[in-house]
């Protein structure tokens, strides 16, 4: 259904523009029909610009995303209204996504308008609601009012049901659940696993590793923009091989153990993101062949079936 191809994004910085700032470094990977994909990775790794490329948000700078097999960057006029009917994106925050002068229910107003002009207002009522239903809103409650008025969990609920009304093909969802209270979070996650029975694809994009194994049934891996490690969540989870995913996974606290002295340490800083000719996890990887790592970019190489690393130290 989609596919990314090569992508990377690359923005000017500095005062008078003339650095580069590269947030997305030839990125591949695909999303299947019907099928949960988690984008992982810490703040600043790209992966939300990814969404946004996605979405059309913003510019790719090289690269091409396919979705359906055309080229999604040629979209204009009425070919990019129906690209958005059929790819929806459901953010972080759910207050900003609305405007707070006007009720929440404007942006069923606005698809029946745009999209639907010629459906009576009963029948657009009955879709509607059934809409509601279908992510456990009941219309009564939630109708005709303003963004403060609902919670966070309603209004992400909100923009799902605006994908089914559009009968949306594929979701980019980035980082849903993160300002959500723990009660609703998995509520919405369930939600989102059984939008596959209407069809949907999700990207989800997220920095919690936990989060990517509970609901998707593969996995990528980004940093500092470079796809570092991906297959089935599952193999990736079970037998972490690049050296920033292992970091990743010794980062997350456990119940069972004591929190050892210097786990998750390796995580604690950061880089600029210029340009860079090897690994881009060299500066930060305690293991690196150093002429090898900081001078030529990995590839990735399958090292199981559906498990993917790229990374120097697995080809030695």
């Not at 995303?65 to 960057?73: K, L, P, R, T, Y």
């Amino acid at each position: 259904m989609l596919e990314i191809k090569n992508i990377s994004k690359i923005y000017k910085v500095g005062t008078f523009g003339n650095k580069e700032l590269h947030a997305v470094r030839n990125v591949n990977f695909n999303v299947k029909n019907g099928e949960i994909v988690s984008l992982i990775g810490e703040s600043g790794s790209g992966k939300s610009t990814i969404g946004k490329m996605i979405l059309r948000l913003t510019d790719i700078t090289s690269g091409q995303i396919n979705f359906n097999g055309v080229d999604i960057s040629t979209f204009k006029g009425a070919a990019l209204k129906d690209y958005y009917r059929k790819v929806q994106g459901v953010f972080q925050d759910p207050f900003s996504s609305y405007n707070p002068i006007f009720k929440a229910d404007r942006i069923f107003n606005i698809i029946h308008e745009e999209f639907f002009p010629d459906m009576s207002g009963s029948d657009w009522e009955t879709k509607l609601n059934e809409s509601l239903g279908c992510v456990g809103l009941n219309p009564e409650h939630v109708l005709n009012k303003f963004p403060h008025q609902l919670s966070g969990g309603q209004l992400q609920r909100f923009l799902i049901a605006r994908a089914l009304l559009l009968e949306t093909d594929f979701i980019v969802a980035d980082e849903i659940i993160s300002m959500l209270d723990a009660s609703t979070r998995i509520d919405v996650l369930n939600l989102l696993a059984e939008l596959k029975s209407f069809g949907f694809s999700v990207l989800f994009i997220t920095h919690d590793l936990s989060l990517g194994y509970y609901i998707s049934e593969r996995a990528v891996i980004l940093y500092r923009g470079c796809v570092v490690e991906m297959g089935k969540t599952d193999k990736i989870f079970n037998n972490p091989i690049h050296p920033y995913t292992q970091a990743l996974m010794s980062s997350v606290p456990r119940l069972d153990k004591h929190w050892e002295e210097g786990s998750g340490g390796d995580l604690c800083t950061r880089e600029s993101m210029g340009i860079q000719l090897g690994c881009s996890y060299y500066g930060r990887c305690k293991s690196a062949i150093h002429e090898k790592c900081e001078c030529i970019a990995p590839e990735l190489v399958e090292v199981e079936e559906d498990h993917l690393v790229a990374c120097h130290l697995n080809s030695k």
